[in-house]
């Protein structure tokens, strides 16, 4: 099983994998804000591998990364026993309906398009996300 590592007062952790630094920091920043701890990855091999061994609470997953793509990050975080339940929100920049259905068959809770990101809507959808996985 997954190591939970401690988390301060008891609160969520969110895992942003991104490889855009300047996006990256925005969104940890958006989601410490709203009182979640948060981890960052700039790459798909980072991401799985904080996904498998930190146990965090969901993750916020790009799609276009470096070393392996969000698609592929999302398949083994599904065929993982430890990780196939944990809530993802993919957050892309693309935006065709073929990227958008294969992130949600793959078992993305949501996906959502970078260009009309909000903190309101990026909270928002990690809220509804924990709620349903």
Do not use: C
């Not at 809530?87 to 958008?100: H, R």
């Amino acid at each position: 099983m997954a190591t939970k590592k401690k988390t301060s007062a008891g609160k969520k952790r969110i895992l942003v994998v991104e490889d855009e630094q300047a996006l990256r920091e925005m969104y940890a920043q958006w989601l410490s804000a709203k009182g979640y701890e948060v981890d960052t990855a700039d790459n798909g091999l980072t991401g799985i591998q904080k996904a498998f061994h930190d146990a965090p609470d969901a993750v916020v997953l790009d799609v276009l990364l470096p070393k392996k793509d969000g698609f592929e990050v999302l398949a083994e975080i599904r065929r993982n026993p430890k990780t196939e339940n944990l809530p993802v929100v993919i957050l892309s920049s693309l935006d065709q309906d073929f990227e958008q259905k294969q992130g949600i068959n793959l078992g993305a809770h949501l996906y959502l398009v970078k260009t009309t990101i909000s903190p309101e809507i990026l909270y928002d959808a990690v809220e509804k996300i924990m709620k349903k996985g």
